[in-house]
């Protein structure tokens, strides 16, 4: 079982910048960062292989979010730039032992509570 505890979301204006963190309780194979909009479908983000740090991303970011990953920490993060109102919705980070489909959120396992991120324009 892992635990995954989230963090550093908030509100800000577009444009703005803003870090993500997700805290896992053990070894992971795979993280990923979803999200979901208010009346719309949880969508992958950006994901990372963590033992050789391949990342992946949704064009809608690409360019913008980097996702990273410390192996000390078992922690994954994700840094939004230039953020624009579109970026809202609640994130939630996932993760998994063994592989699965990144963009899809029908399998993954393991899942954080969710963190708001907010941006106005």
């Known amino acids: 079982q892992v635990q995954l505890v989230e963090s550093g979301g908030g509100s800000v204006q577009a444009g703005g910048s803003m870090r993500l963190s997700c805290a896992a309780s053990?070894?992971?194979?795979?993280m990923v960062w979803f999200r979901q909009a208010p009346g719309k479908e949880r969508e992958a983000v950006a994901g990372?292989?963590?033992?050789?740090?391949?990342?992946y991303y949704n064009e809608s970011v690409e360019g913008r979010f980097t996702i990273s990953h410390d192996k000390a920490e078992n922690t994954a993060y994700l840094q939004m730039n230039s953020l624009i109102p579109e970026d809202t919705g609640m994130y939630y980070c996932?993760?998994?032992?063994?592989?699965?489909?990144?963009?899809?959120?029908?399998?993954?396992?393991?899942w954080g509570q969710g963190t708001q991120v907010t941006v106005s324009s």
């Open positions: 996932a993760a998994d032992t063994v592989w699965r489909s990144w963009y899809s959120d029908r399998e993954w396992r393991y």
């Open positions: 990372i292989f963590t033992s050789v740090d391949i990342t």
């Open positions: 053990a070894n992971t194979l795979l």
